[in-house]
């Protein structure tokens, strides 16, 4: 290549990948030097960041997955490839906040190529003027750029599907003799990639496989079974989290999905999943896509219509030049952001689930520039112009808002840095070597804390998930259990909002804490260290009413007692999993797991057959209610009013079996339901181990 074409070569370079660079590079600067400036050093303003900091030093310290050494395998950092992708840097010396820079980086090199991936994207269908004004409305979009500079994988992933997407509707655009081993190697590579960044990548592997089989049909014979072998391990990318997961931990599913999505939670059964789904879709249609609230940040108010005609911009260009396939793939990008809408709540860490599709919706911006200039030019050709004009104005509404993310990226950085980051020093210098700390936010306290953690939400704690989701009462009542079977495993110590612990009873003498009332990203203004107390765990075990042999006990809100009751929720729904602390009528204080707002209730006891037992039940509340033991009716009796009471029954013996059904229903009011006891006179009975 002579001197001349090189100099081309440099200037074709320039002009294709120039503007991306310069716009994505001078974003960083702003966004860098805001965070400099208000901290001195670089920080991330999600605490969500360390948690993959930590994994990508797991990995580099040789205990991958594992979020300290010698803890269980977990997933808590949601995304496989990230810490990935991070932890060579650890390894050549960037430890400590030094780690920030490589998450810097990456992100705003991933920011720039999804601009010139969004130009791509778009050219074909709706032109070279829009095709620009794609690009640089990715640029302008302030969910990108605060997503970029936040340390988390999000721009990462959306560049990652981009580009699957479009290699995608190119291998199926092109003729078969022009679809070359190589293009097919590098969309596998980037099924993989985009389903390792983020579970909600399996949606684009999945479109890349279906793009190979259906192309292998279109094929000559001796060109369809590559084709096919390709669609096979593109979706082999799909299955691969969840298998991976399956094998490590036990569980396709990762603690995350545990603790966020609403599939699986067992307050969201059938109908009531539905509604609380739709509830999401018409908030992210009304609310958020309409720039109110929470999005305010980010979108232009009243543009959730415009963003609508947009998609079917898209459907209407792809029709018209026959690139449908390529309209599906840019419509999946955009429809992908309603799977966020299967969790409890999408409103976390300033929408990051919400903007890695921002892309398609983007797009549909341009295409419907692209109409407008259309339209206009029917009239005038000089009115094509439209185009252009629409597009620039799209990119500056967007553009307006770049102000203020810049400075809530370095207000949130700073609150990380003087709560989380503060607290994890502090830990590193006052608490003992062999501390564990409990924490409902993990990242940077465990990072810069250098101690064992316990994750309360669950997240890089293996198991804990599941009681998050169930309540306050079955945290406690599991709490009881690792402190009888496994007391090692419980923390020594916490540092965590209190009003999210929402568990006093544990939480002993204050130590320290870190007060920040400037910063909305934290989980509350207060987080406080204490030293753990479990003296009060077990309080609530035994009867206080005097009675024999316990023979069986269900102990409400204790999830393993429950299932190995069969113990029905009824319709419970969050925030009726509670903790009651108050006196027995000894006097003695008293602390119990249950379920209030109880108007029914329905187990399987198990009963020595044909010995007669006397049934007990704490409870409190203002109803009436009707105790039934295999249908028939043993006990009507009042609760007691607000004070927590213990009742007890007789049971004939001819109603006892191996699996009684016990019925408790309530009139006149609810009941909040603690515990279940069944004793016996028998002497020659003796106590059953917990259930």
Known sequence: MTARDLGNAARRAATTWGPAVFGAGYLAERAIAGVLAKLGHPGAPLDDAYIHFQYARALVEGHPMRFEAGEPITSGATSFLWPAALAPFWALGAKGEGIVWAAWGLAFVALAALAWEAVRLTEPIAGRAAATGAGAMILCFGGLVWCAASGMEVVPFAWAIARSTRRAVEWWERAPAERTRRMALELVALAWVSALLRPEGAVTTVFVAATFAASSLRSPRTRAWPARAASLAAIAAAAAPPLLLLLCTGSA?????????????????????????????????GTILNGEVWSAEFLPRGGAGVAIAGLFAIAWLGGRRRLRWRATGILLIAATMFAPCFYATF?????????????????????????????????????????????????????????????????????????????????????????????????????????????????????????????????????????????????????????????????????????????????????????????????????????????????????????????????????????????????????????????????????????????????????????????????????????????????????????????????????????????????????????
Not at 255 to 266: D, E, I, Q, R, S
């Open 253 to 285: 599913r990762s603690n995350t999905a545990v603790a966020k999505l609403l599939p699986g939670n067992p307050y969201y059964p059938g109908p009531v999943l539905a509604r609380a789904v739709q509830a999401n879709v018409e908030l992210l249609l």
């Open 347 to 691: 409103l976390w860490n300033r929408l990051r689930y919400l903007w890695p599709f921002a892309t398609g919706w983007i797009v549909g911006l341009a295409c419907l520039a692209r109409i407008a200039g259309d339209v206009a030019g029917a009239l005038r050709p000089r009115w094509r112009v439209a185009t252009p004009i629409a597009c620039g104005a799209f990119a500056g509404l967007f553009a307006s808002k770049l102000g203020w993310v810049m400075d809530d990226v370095a207000q949130s950085a700073s609150g990380i840095d003087r709560q989380q980051v503060a607290l994890g020093h502090w830990a590193n210098d006052n608490l003992p070597p062999d501390a564990r700390v409990g924490l409902n936010d993990t990242g940077a306290i465990a990072y810069f804390g250098d101690r064992k953690t316990f994750d309360v939400v669950g997240l890089t704690t293996a198991d804990e998930a599941k009681y998050w989701v169930a309540g306050v009462g079955s945290r406690l009542e599991h709490y009881e259990r690792l402190q009888a079977e496994a007391p090692w495993k419980l923390p020594t110590h916490f540092i965590v909002y209190p009003e999210w612990m929402a568990l006093d009873e544990v939480l002993g003498q204050p130590l320290h804490e870190a007060t920040v009332t400037d910063s909305t990203i934290l989980g509350g203004r207060t987080m406080r260290a204490y030293v753990a107390d479990w003296s009060a765990l077990g309080s609530g075990e035994a009867p206080w009413s005097q009675v024999g042999a316990i023979i069986d006990s269900l102990d409400v809100a204790d999830l393993e007692s429950e299932g190995a009751h069969e113990y029905d929720l009824l319709g419970a729904v969050e925030g009726e999993d509670i903790v009651h602390a108050g006196p027995s009528p000894r006097g003695v204080v008293v602390v119990d797991g249950g379920r209030s707002r109880r108007t029914a209730e329905r187990f399987v006891a198990h009963l020595r057959p044909g010995v007669a037992t006397t049934l007990v039940v704490r409870l409190e509340g203002p109803a009436h209610a009707r105790v039934l033991a295999g249908g028939t009716a043993i006990a009507s009796f009042s609760a007691g009013g607000d004070e927590w009471v213990e009742r007890a029954f007789d049971m004939p013996a001819d109603l006892a079996s191996e699996r009684t059904l016990i019925s408790v229903d309530a009139t006149g009011g609810a009941l909040t339901t603690f515990h279940y006891w069944f004793a016996s006179n028998d002497t020659s009975a003796s106590k059953a181990p917990r259930p």
